[in-house]
T-cell receptor, first 112, second 116 residues
C-alpha cells in the first residue's frame, strides 16, 4: 500500500524567513503533485513533478523531486502572509492506476 | 473557462437517509475522480471513472456508496443509509487523461456533507 508522509504537520514561521516542507512516499513513482488548500476551499494545483531531479519554481515557492530517495521538497523563500495555507503533496502510483494518494498536509502559518 | 462544479455546496441530512452529490467536470475531460476529505486530513480516493465506466472503485468504503457517470460527463455519488461517520467534504476532480503522460487533476469546490 502506497503511503505518503509529510513533515512537519504544522509550521509557524515569520515573514521573510525560509523553510522547507518534506514529502516522503513509500513506493516507486515519478509523478508527484503539490497542491495548496485555503481554509474552507478546494485544492489548487501548484506543481507537477514528472522525473527524477525535476525542479519547478513559481514566485516564492520551489519544488523538487528525488525519485531515488522517494522524496520531494517544497521550499519557501522569504515567506509572506499570503502563503499561509495547507500544502499537500500527492503521488500517482504510476501502475496504470490514476488515483492520487495524498500526504497528511502541512498547515503553514506566516506570522507578520 | 469553467472549472469543476459540485452541487450542493452543503448538505445536512439525518442518519439513515439517502443523499446524492453531483459533479460537473471540466468540459472535454474524460477522467473523473471522487475523493473524501475528513477534517484535518488529506483527501482519500473513492472512485475513478474513465468515460462512463468505473475504472477503479477500490476506495469506496462499503456497499452503501455508489457512483455513476452514465453519459461520460456529469457524475453522481450516491450514499445510502447515511451514518455520522460519512460526514466529510466530498471532492470531485477531473483530468484530460492521456496514458503515458501526467495526470493533473483539477478539483471542484467540494460538497460538505453533515450527517446528524
Amino acid at each position: 500500500e502506497l503511503k505518503v508522509e509529510q513533515n512537519p504537520l504544522f509550521l509557524s514561521m515569520q515573514e521573510g524567513k525560509n523553510y522547507t516542507i518534506y514529502c516522503n512516499y513509500s513506493t516507486t513513482s515519478d509523478r508527484l503533485y503539490w497542491y495548496r488548500q485555503d481554509p474552507g476551499k478546494s485544492l489548487e494545483s501548484l506543481f507537477v513533478l514528472l522525473s527524477n531531479g525535476a525542479v519547478k519554481q513559481e514566485g516564492r515557492l520551489m519544488a523538487s523531486l528525488d525519485t531515488k530517495a522517494r522524496l520531494s521538497t517544497l521550499h519557501i523563500t522569504a515567506a509572506v502572509h499570503d502563503l499561509s495555507a495547507t500544502y499537500f503533496c500527492a503521488v500517482d502510483a504510476n501502475f496504470g492506476n490514476e488515483k492520487l494518494t495524498f500526504g497528511t498536509g502541512t498547515r503553514l502559518t506566516i506570522i507578520p | 473557462g469553467a472549472g469543476v462544479s459540485q452541487t450542493p455546496s452543503n448538505k445536512v441530512t439525518e442518519k439513515g437517509k439517502y443523499v446524492e452529490l453531483r459533479c460537473d467536470p471540466i468540459s472535454g475531460h474524460t477522467a473523473l475522480y471522487w475523493y473524501r476529505q475528513s477534517l484535518g486530513q488529506g483527501p482519500e480516493f473513492l472512485i475513478y471513472f474513465q468515460g462512463t465506466g468505473a475504472a477503479d472503485d477500490s476506495g469506496l468504503p462499503n456497499d452503501r456508496f455508489f457512483a455513476v457517470r452514465p453519459e461520460g460527463s456529469v457524475s453522481t455519488l450516491k450514499i445510502q443509509r447515511t451514518e455520522r461517520g460519512d460526514s466529510a467534504v466530498y471532492l470531485c476532480a477531473s483530468s484530460s487523461f492521456d496514458r503515458g503522460l501526467y495526470n493533473e487533476q483539477f478539483f471542484g469546490p467540494g460538497t460538505r456533507l453533515t450527517v446528524l
